[in-house]
T-cell receptor, first 111, second 122 residues
């Protein structure tokens, strides 16, 4: 049973455009929702995270939107740049800190 | 802050030998570290949770006698792949759970990942 579903699997966006990646979860015990960026051959890097008592969080060009009732959250990358091309993973954590990851989205930003 | 290192970054070993991978939190103390395995173009698969001073908790399907985990201090966890076989070839990544406030995090539960170790078993 996949507890965190992520879509799309891959995404191509023009430079300057908005990239949107969506995730849905099932377990209401999750209380922390981070997004990670991973470049080939590297470990994931924490981008931005949110707790379920907040509906939106913005850091620079990255925004998380969170819909607790729908059990969905999404990452928006504004003004997407070629350097943003990477694989993005959403995750959901329990209060024990254990993460369940989505399957990942490969983002390609075309110049 | 919140830097996690892994050593080695890549290793090639012969089938039947053992390989040790180290994971260190460089600028914070981590009571909990996690070990993941990642196959090409796939997500991270949690193998085990490592707690300082206690036995690791393994995920279902992960052989604890094959993947030995030792969390000897608040800054070091090791994963030893014993009697390695070609099917153990993978990208192994550790993460360390940082206390609230470390690394700029204010939410708690932040996990900071190491750069990964590429294991190839021939």
């Amino acid at each position: 049973q996949q507890q965190v579903k992520q879509s799309p699997q891959s995404l191509i966006v023009q430079k300057g455009g908005i990239s949107i990646i969506n995730c849905a979860y099932e377990n209401t015990a999750f209380d922390y929702f981070p997004w990670y960026q991973q470049f080939p051959g590297k470990g994931p890097a924490l981008l931005i995270a949110i707790r379920p008592d907040v509906s939106e969080k913005k850091e620079g060009r990255f925004t998380i939107s969170f819909n607790k009732s729908a059990k969905q959250f999404s990452l928006h990358i504004m003004d997407s740049q070629p350097g943003d091309s990477a694989t993005y993973f959403c995750a959901a954590n329990t209060n024990a800190g254990k993460s369940t990851f989505g399957d990942g989205t490969t983002l390609t930003v075309k110049p | 802050g919140a830097v996690v290192s892994q050593h080695p970054s890549w290793v090639i070993c012969k089938s039947g030998t053992s390989v040790k991978i180290e994971c260190r939190s460089l600028d914070f103390q981590a009571t909990t570290m996690f070990w993941y395995r990642q196959f090409p173009k796939q997500s991270l698969m949690l193998m085990a949770t490592s707690n300082e001073g206690s036995k690791a908790t393994y995920e279902q399907g992960v052989e604890k006698d094959k993947f030995l985990i030792n969390h000897a201090s608040l800054t070091l966890s090791t994963l030893t792949v014993t009697s390695a076989h070609p099917e153990d070839s993978s990208f192994y990544i550790c993460s360390a759970s940082a206390p609230m406030g470390v690394g700029g995090g204010r939410l708690g539960h932040e996990q900071y990942f190491g750069p990964g170790t590429r294991l190839t078993v021939t």
